[in-house]
């Protein structure tokens, strides 16, 4: 009930029956992992975060619980804390393409030119594993962005997007290259794309705050230009 209601756009409904679910079976590893999965959807990682941990301490051997955990803090910027997991992860599950294609965006996030170093080889080892994976080429491209590759970042990110199977954070990154780029104007149609689309998003927070500071005259442009 909670994922037909949130698609149908009634967030409040969709969190009453969620929150229903947990109260009538808190010890359930399933419940738990989807009430974190749909609030960090919501750019609830606080939150997001209880319920990982819950899940977790249910079954420490879960992988869902993990991953969703080193996502939680990737969200809340405690990126120490989800490299850590992540790495734990990755030693485990070598082959698990989710945890591999996340620690790479992790480091880079991070403020060390040897983590950036390594972010880059990882992602580009990543690439020539799977040469035709959208998620893994908008990380790539990510990791370019991080390293001021603004050139490579957009060729890589545009390709993902126009192709439509990029994920909301890959359009939010294309957004972000094209304004240090000097492009402003195209941030928002890709930010409202983003936040539409019915997937995990990790950047939903900073989205929603980069389209609020750029006001209603921008959200109206953008939808002239979308339609015309």
């Known amino acids: 009930m909670a994922r037909l209601y949130t698609e149908a756009g009634d967030v409040k409904k969709a969190e009453d029956w969620i929150d229903y679910a947990v109260k009538t079976a808190p010890q359930s590893l399933g419940v738990r992992i989807a009430r974190a999965a749909w609030r960090l959807d919501r750019g609830r990682a606080q939150e997001a975060q209880v319920d990982a941990a819950a899940a977790a301490r249910i079954d420490p051997r879960s992988?869902?619980?993990?991953?969703?955990?080193?996502?939680?803090?990737?969200?809340?910027?405690?990126?120490?804390?989800?490299?850590?997991?992540?790495?734990?992860?990755?030693?485990?599950?070598?082959?698990?393409?989710?945890?591999?294609?996340?620690?790479?965006?992790?480091?880079a996030e991070q403020g060390d030119d040897a983590k950036w170093?390594?972010?880059?080889?990882?992602?580009?080892?990543?690439?020539?594993?799977?040469?035709?994976?959208?998620?893994?080429?908008?990380?790539?491209?990510?990791?370019?962005?991080?390293?001021?590759?603004?050139?490579?970042?957009?060729?890589?990110?545009?390709?993902?997007?126009?192709?439509?199977?990029?994920?909301?954070?890959?359009?939010?990154?294309?957004?972000?290259?094209?304004?240090?780029?000097?492009?402003?104007e195209a941030a928002p149609p890709l930010l409202e794309a983003a936040l539409a689309a019915p997937r995990l998003f990790l950047g939903s927070e900073e989205a929603r705050r980069w389209l609020d500071r750029r006001g209603p005259a921008s959200r109206s442009a953008s939808g002239l230009r979308k339609g015309s």
């Open 117 to 184: 170093r390594r972010a880059l080889e990882l992602a580009e080892e990543l690439v020539r594993q799977a040469p035709d994976n959208a998620e893994i080429q908008a990380t790539l491209g990510t990791v370019y962005h991080r390293l001021r590759r603004l050139d490579e970042a957009e060729s890589l990110l545009q390709a993902v997007v126009t192709s439509g199977r990029g994920s909301p954070d890959a359009a939010y990154i294309l957004a972000r290259v094209a304004s240090d780029r000097g492009h402003p």
């Open 63 to 107: 992988s869902d619980a993990r991953s969703l955990l080193g996502l939680a803090a990737r969200a809340r910027k405690d990126l120490a804390r989800a490299e850590v997991v992540l790495e734990a992860l990755d030693r485990e599950l070598p082959g698990d393409a989710g945890v591999s294609n996340q620690l790479p965006q992790v480091q």
